[in-house]
């Protein structure tokens, strides 16, 4: 496949990306307006649907994908797709509601409750969306997810507008409103960009075991991957309280400029180790590797040390004093985003078939990363929580890269590569341009 075919496809996965970070202006408008309290109630809600939409993704959702390239199964994979999703989302969901109560108590906050109580309603409306997204994913449909995710955004964007011109954004159930109202019209637009789609009967050869032996591992994999990113607000909202939680997302939420930046190389990185290793061409993927790792990181690198020297304090501008100890989470997540161009390696081991090592060194991460934030937590060391998850990142990334590097065999120093590769263009064309002067 030459990328020049497919550029298109590729313009609007990029567009995508952008309605994420564009969006996520947005919600810096929304924490201001919060009470840190309030954000922080939200915060849980939004990262327990978050988790178990993930679990399901990978469980119940990624045959649609993998057995998908079969029309005739397509009507039967829809079916058990969709029972497994919805069994998997109603469990999860359930779950939580009828333990609201003791786990009101763990958090020390009684508006868990509240939270435990929307939360069936929240998976209710967010399950039809994450099942036709599988539909588009697999029928590489860029335009239409730009499309629903465009209306997704567009809705929150409108009543965030709204609400603040109106004053009508002070509490936990006002911003559960606009999240509300635009994951439905998501789900619709969703349901109708689709609609051709969604067959549903029990002929084909799939069989329910087939689909679960697939998803299963790469349930788990998923599950140990969100864990630390998603559920690590119960854990400091159970030592800390949903104050701390409210100042600390929001600087979660800005790292994740750092974390759409690197889903899109992944996303270009994947499918090229697939061709690139099927074809036996390991010299050019050892050059795609490298270059792919030096031309993250150096930036990464730059972007953290600028970031680390004052130009994070424009969170404070931004949201106003009351969130002015986001600063030092933010500085103590950034050193992440130097972990993230060996992450990208879990991708490479992937296109080789080795899941199974991607889950094993997730666990790893996730084992590791845990302790270092429960025993912050219990050390009441506040501003260090954020470690949990930047030894979990730098864990799974040098793993990974090891994995890699022993498989395929490039030298570590060539992680560098864009140094001399930009040394040996500068003397290439200033060798030329002497030869045109002499000339």
């Not at 992944?266 to 050059?287: C, E, G, N, T």
């Not at 990208?344 to 992937?350: E, P, Q």
């Not at 060194?361 to 590791?368: D, N, R």
């Not at 030298?411 to 030869?435: C, F, H």
């Amino acid at each position: 496949m030459r990328v020049t075919e497919h550029l298109g496809k590729i313009s609007w996965s990029l567009a995508d990306k952008g309605l994420y970070v564009g969006y996520g202006l947005v919600q810096l408008l929304q924490v201001k307006a919060l009470p840190a309290e309030e954000y922080g109630v939200f915060s849980l809600l939004v990262a327990l649907n978050t988790w178990i939409m993930i679990v399901s993704d990978g469980s119940a959702l990624a045959g649609i994908i993998q057995f998908g390239t079969d029309k005739n199964e397509r009507a039967r994979l829809n079916t058990l797709a969709f029972v497994i999703h919805t069994l998997i989302v109603g469990v999860g969901a359930a779950l939580v509601y009828l333990f609201r109560t003791p786990l009101s108590d763990v958090f020390s906050e009684p508006r868990f409750e509240a939270v435990a109580t929307m939360l069936p309603l929240y998976c209710l409306l967010t399950l039809p969306r994450m099942f036709c997204l599988k539909i588009i994913y697999r029928d590489i449909r860029m335009r239409d997810l730009f499309l629903i995710d465009l209306i997704w955004f567009g809705v929150r964007t409108i009543l965030t507008t709204h609400a603040l011109a109106t004053d009508q954004l002070h509490d936990f159930y006002d911003i559960v409103r606009i999240d509300f109202y635009g994951m439905a019209a998501s789900s619709a637009a969703s349901v109708m960009f689709t609609i051709k789609d969604l067959r549903f009967g029990w002929e084909g050869a799939v069989t329910l075991r087939q689909y679960l032996k697939y998803g299963i591992p790469l349930a788990l994999a998923t599950a140990l991957n969100s864990t630390p990113r998603q559920l690590d607000v119960l854990v400091i909202a159970a030592f800390f309280g949903v104050g701390v939680v409210g100042v600390y997302n929001p600087a979660k939420n800005l790292f994740r400029f750092f974390e759409q930046a690197f889903d899109a190389v992944a996303a270009l990185l994947y499918p090229a180790s697939v061709r690139m290793f099927s074809q036996h061409r390991y010299d050019d993927l050892k050059i795609m590797i490298t270059k792919v790792i030096s031309l993250t990181l150096l930036p990464t690198i730059a972007f953290v040390v600028i970031l680390e020297l004052g130009a994070s304090n424009v969170i404070v501008w931004l949201l106003g004093e009351q969130y002015a100890a986001s600063v030092t989470h933010f500085n103590v997540l950034i050193f992440a985003a130097i972990g993230m161009p060996f992450v990208l390696m879990s991708s490479v081991i992937a296109a080789m078939g080795h899941s199974a090592v991607v889950v094993r060194y997730s666990a790893y991460g996730l084992v590791i990363g845990m302790a270092v934030l429960f025993a912050a937590s219990f050390a009441r060391i506040e501003w260090a929580i954020g470690l949990g998850l930047v030894v979990n990142t730098i864990v799974v990334g040098l793993l990974c890269t090891a994995y890699v590097r022993r498989s395929i065999n490039f030298p570590l120093r060539s992680v560098l590569r864009v140094i001399t590769d930009a040394r040996s263009s500068l003397e290439e064309r200033r060798a030329l341009k002497n030869g045109r002067n002499g000339k």
